[in-house]
């Protein structure tokens, strides 16, 4: 009996390393924890994961430039305290690391957790200041169903978001895909969430300079939704840059995010100095 093929979206399929990369992201976020002053669990709203974590850099605050990274894991998994070794190469850089919490599918639908990740900004932008943050050098990253959500923070084109700059890590910027693979019995992503949260039919704020970056061993629907939602920025004239981490996989390419030297945090700490002023 032939095999059956292997689902493009189940990671699991395609990283035999994934459990062992999940522990060590979690070892280094702990470390982070520990390491680097923060203040964990500020509420954004009133529900129970409606909360943020922020780190800051050493030295004294005095609007220094702020960073949201907003983690994956399909919209059903994981948390804020899994990525906080983010934080790591954004206080480094000298910037405030913003590490976002949201509720999780099923037990909420995607609507909502688009709204949070919106309440969440408005929170950075009304209170950072309180703690030496410049609302006005904001900058988002956001990994696989991170990535998605990182768009709806830029995409309304009638008005500058304030966001000056986004790296978008394994992103997923077309819906439809994923209502025949594996997630459609775990999260059964509705026609309605197609139409509304697809960043491939949406508009965006042209003033957003965005970098696309996707692991090349990753399977073949990342590289090619990076590739038209790139082509899909630049045609709304956003300044948009796109790479293929080599050897990087769905999960190798966002553990290197806390790494040094490697691609992807060069990709971060970039990003940070060309839209925010600070160090590389």
Not at 11 to 38: G, L, N, Q
Not at 82 to 96: E, M, N
Not at 173 to 196: C, G, H, K, N
């Amino acid at each position: 009996m032939r095999e059956m093929a292997k689902d493009p979206f189940r990671t699991r399929d395609h990283v035999p390393e994934f459990d062992d990369i999940v522990a060590e992201i979690r070892r280094r976020s702990a470390k982070t924890r520990a390491k680097i002053p923060m203040i964990a669990d500020v509420a954004y709203g009133a529900g129970h994961a409606e909360t943020l974590d922020l780190f800051f850099p050493e030295g004294r605050r005095d609007r220094v430039p702020v960073h949201i990274f907003i983690h994956g894991g399909y919209w059903r998994m994981f948390s804020k305290t899994d990525f906080s070794y983010v934080a790591g190469r954004v206080t480094k850089a000298g910037a405030i690391a913003v590490i976002l919490g949201y509720a999780l599918m099923p037990a909420v639908r995607m609507a909502t957790i688009v709204d949070q990740i919106r309440r969440a900004k408005r929170w950075v932008d009304e209170h950072i200041e309180s703690h030496g943050g410049d609302p006005g050098k904001l900058t988002v990253s956001g990994h696989s169903a991170g990535a998605h959500l990182a768009t709806m923070l830029f995409d309304d084109d009638s008005r500058p978001s304030g966001i000056k700059g986004a790296l978008l890590l394994g992103g997923i910027y077309d819906l439809r895909p994923l209502q025949e693979s594996f997630l459609a019995p775990e999260i059964a992503i509705t026609d309605e969430e197609v139409e509304r949260f697809s960043p491939i039919d949406h508009r965006f704020d042209p003033s957003v300079t965005v970098h696309i970056s996707v692991g090349a061993d990753e399977t073949p629907p990342f590289h090619s939704q990076a590739a038209a939602f790139a082509e899909h920025l630049k045609n709304q004239g956003l300044g948009v840059s796109r790479t293929s981490l080599a050897r990087m996989n769905h999960m190798s390419s966002v553990r290197d995010l806390g790494v040094p030297d490697t691609d992807a945090a060069r990709s971060l700490v970039h990003l940070l100095a060309s839209v925010s002023g600070v160090s590389q």
